[in-house]
């Protein structure tokens, strides 16, 4: 295996990992549990991989920006801007194909930034200013978090989890 080539390209080898992952543990619930929603305020499977595509649009649209800005305006006003158009109801295989290439979308916008774009600083949600390359950790990071959620619920469904299912095929 060779070792990417530079920070930003380990950055992205990392959020591909993680999407990657993340798609697996979506594939891994049948359609017909998209639904599924552990407490009434829970997200359902299918408003949890919107929300991974939405988050992840923003992420890279905002950190590719050369005036970018997490505080310019509110986290509800930058979920309309970059995703406004995805359709709330879609269909698990269209959601998977969604989550698949906007990732690699989302990753190729941020490569053409660049890397020294992406050492540059940029202001966070909370006011403060961080590197954009954090911050590009930061949504590799909520996808993770993302991606439990799913194993989660596949478990409360009565379901093996992806990862489970892989680590036990060997």
């Known amino acids: 295996m060779t070792k990417p080539a530079t920070l930003l390209a380990e950055a992205l080898e990392a959020w591909e990992h993680t999407r990657q992952g993340l798609v697996a543990e979506a594939e891994s619930i049948p359609a017909e549990s998209y639904g ?3 407490t009434p305020e829970s997200r359902t499977v299918a408003e949890l991989a919107t929300h991974v595509v939405a988050v992840g649009l923003m992420a890279a649209g905002e950190l590719s920006r050369p005036d970018g800005d997490f505080a310019r305006q ?3 006003e930058h979920l309309r801007e970059y995703a ?5 109801d879609l269909p698990k295989e269209e959601l998977l194909e969604l989550l698949r290439r906007s990732g690699k979308d989302c990753r190729d916008r941020i490569a053409e930034a660049g890397e020294l774009a992406m050492l540059q600083l940029i202001m966070r949600f909370d006011g403060k200013r961080g590197s954009r390359l954090a911050w590009l950790y ?3 990071d909520h996808e993770s978090y993302h991606r439990g959620q799913l194993a989660l619920y596949a478990r409360l ?3 093996e989890p992806a990862l489970t299912s892989l680590i036990r095929s060997g």
Not at 84 to 88: F, P, T
């Open 36 to 38: 599924f929603r552990p």
């Open 84 to 88: 406004s158009h995805l359709a709330a």
């Open 138 to 140: 930061h949504a590799v």
């Open 74 to 76: 509110s986290y509800e």
């Open 157 to 159: 469904m009565g379901q």
